[in-house]
């Protein structure tokens, strides 16, 4: 029977809930115990597709397809495990079902209500997600207090009237600020938290007191004497250096074998970190670094949005830098900045590669065009992600092949030489308004060119062998044959524009090399990887292989960037 442990957030949102709950998954899984992590997103949205990516983070995708929040993300990073969609559910989703199943006359009559039908349904989720799973690890979004909070503490705690208090445990993860006028750190709004959760008839198991600085005893013993928590389930979780020493850092007060015991469970093997902190520890403290610019367009709204609107890309550098024992320092430039002055295209040979990354719309399209040109024709290591692979083709069709005109026609519906183009299909979904439907989402197959630099790259990282069962799986599921030489692998996808099978050949007569296709049903070839001999590394994918990286199994196409950009710096 599956073990259940909740992690709800208290005091202040964006606390860390996301990094403590992937990270006990972790310490779980490295005890031997099949685990998964789910996330619980309170908002009214569908899901997190038509979020706005500024505001909200980027939006993770699934290999079954799903658009979500970036807290999967963090969940399969860690995990170096894939999380199907429906390990997230949100408030608008649960309402839904319960609304169609009242349609359909599920409830036989009865009157249906916000208690105790809208719980039974998160729990007939939760139980979903968690089947075949020894411990299912729930994040609850939002903070304690909130109103839409209540329905999936609710469920919590009708899960462990189920089951029984061995099979669900609670964990809050708080924030101790210290301010600055007294300098101090302070327990009072982490006891008024425990107090809330209180009223909804949930006693935390462990407190993961999150703050700038380690939580001291006297502040442990503080909290303890206010909650009833035992003082040695009050941990300190300062901030650090990487996310990924969390896990280490929770270790070192033995949080594993303490949540284990409650669960009435006993370790089924000792973790072995090494590796993990081997790659912790290159990425905290390289022996060298290489600079990388990401030619974007969000840039002008701030840092902190930037980085969000990329973290994935952000982290799947890492991981390559990682696996390389090289740090990498990441420069967001704005693709406009060479649209207003194109002298300064000049600046991107101060960097050691330049990554266009995935995008939607017209604006920066140029900019980002005029750097492509710029990288490819000076030797600076490219990997185009998506959109980078699309204008990547364009700019080539631009310069080389002499199709001066020649653009998407997501920015250009004129265009006499549409190098990327809705295909047919998608045509008519968009004709009918079904953008929801319009985009190629999730999982996808490639065949892989013999001898290409894409193929050696996923034979090098042992992603090929990795992805074998995985195609094989997809095969069967979608009626699909490969022949026994073919060398495919998955990567997922979020456009709806592709490289027009048209100019495929003409492009290709010019040099460059499509080096990956994936076969409709209906026999057309999109074209999902490009590469260019002779480049020190010029690569991209109409895919989107971030989500694919994890710590420890870095994403083939970004382990090639990376080492040819280290190369350059050498
Ligand atoms: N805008 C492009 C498309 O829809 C690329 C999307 C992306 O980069 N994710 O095809």
Redesign the pocket.
């Known amino acids: 029977m599956t073990k259940f442990v909740v992690v709800m957030g208290g005091v202040i949102s964006g606390v860390g809930k996301g990094i403590t709950t992937a990270s006990l998954g972790k310490i779980i899984k490295e005890y031997g115990y099949k685990t998964t992590l789910i996330k619980v997103d309170p908002y009214i949205n569908y899901d997190a597709g038509t979020l706005r990516p500024t505001e909200h983070g980027e939006v993770w995708v699934t290999d079954d397809g799903g658009e979500i929040d970036q807290d999967l993300g963090n969940y399969e990073r860690f995990m170096n495990q894939d999380m199907p969609k429906k390990n997230n559910m949100t408030t608008g989703q649960v309402y839904k079902s319960v609304i169609d199943r009242e349609r359909q006359g599920g409830y036989l009559g009865a009157t249906v209500q916000f208690i105790p039908h809208i719980p039974q349904e998160i729990v007939r989720r939760i139980k979903l997600a968690a089947e075949g799973y020894d411990v299912a690890i729930i994040e609850i979004g939002g903070t304690v207090g909130d109103s839409e909070n209540i329905p999936f503490l609710f469920a919590a705690k009708m899960l462990e009237q189920e089951l029984g208090q061995e099979s669900v445990a609670y964990v809050l993860v708080t924030y101790l600020p210290i301010p600055a006028n007294v300098q101090e750190m302070k327990t009072k709004p982490t006891q008024q938290a425990i107090k809330m959760l209180r009223e909804e008839g949930i006693f935390p198991d462990f407190i993961v007191c999150r703050a700038e600085k380690e939580v001291d005893d006297v502040r442990k013993k503080k909290i303890a004497a206010s909650s009833f928590v035992r003082t040695e389930h009050i941990f300190s979780a300062p901030d650090v250096a990487s996310i990924y020493l969390v896990p280490e850092h929770l270790e070192q007060e033995k949080f594993g074998q303490k949540l284990l015991a409650r669960l009435h469970l006993a370790p089924r093997q000792q973790p072995d970190w090494t590796v993990w902190n081997d790659l912790v520890n290159k990425m905290v403290k390289p022996k060298s670094t290489i600079s990388v610019a990401i030619v974007g367009k969000y840039v002008s709204l701030g840092d902190y949005t930037i980085a969000d609107s990329y973290l994935s890309i952000d982290q799947a550098l890492k991981h390559a830098g990682a696996a390389l024992d090289v740090g990498v320092a990441v420069t967001w430039l704005d693709a406009q900045r060479f649209e207003q002055d194109p002298s300064r295209l000049q600046e991107l040979e101060e960097y050691d590669g330049v990554l266009v990354p995935?995008?939607?719309g017209a604006s920066g399209i140029e900019g980002k065009i005029a750097a492509i040109n710029y990288v490819r024709t000076h030797n600076i290591p490219y990997l185009g992600i998506?959109?980078g692979l699309?204008l990547a083709c364009v700019e080539y069709a631009r310069s080389v092949c002499g199709l001066r005109a020649a653009h998407t026609t997501?920015v250009d519906q004129n265009t006499p030489h549409p190098i990327i183009d809705v295909l047919f299909a998608q045509k008519q979904v968009l004709a009918e308004h079904r953008y929801g439907g319009s985009m190629r989402l999730g999982a996808y197959p490639a065949i892989l060119m013999k001898n290409s630099t894409v193929e050696s790259l996923y034979q090098q990282t042992g992603r090929l062998t990795e992805d074998e069962s995985k195609v094989a799986q997809y095969a069967r599921e979608h009626s699909l044959t490969f022949s026994a030489d073919d060398e495919v692998i998955l990567e997922r996808h979020?456009?709806?524009?592709e490289v027009n099978p048209a100019y495929v050949d003409q492009l290709q007569e010019k040099g460059l090399i499509f080096s990956g296709y994936y076969q409709r049903p209906d026999g057309t070839r999109l074209m999902e990887f490009i590469e260019l001999p002779g480049h020190p590394y010029f690569v991209a994918t109409q895919a989107?292989p971030e989500f694919k990286s994890r710590l420890g199994n870095p994403s083939p196409l970004f382990f090639g960037f990376v080492r040819a950009c280290k190369e350059r710096a050498e």
Do not use: D, N, S
């Open positions: 995935g995008g939607f998506c959109y699309q997501e979020r456009h709806r524009y989107h």
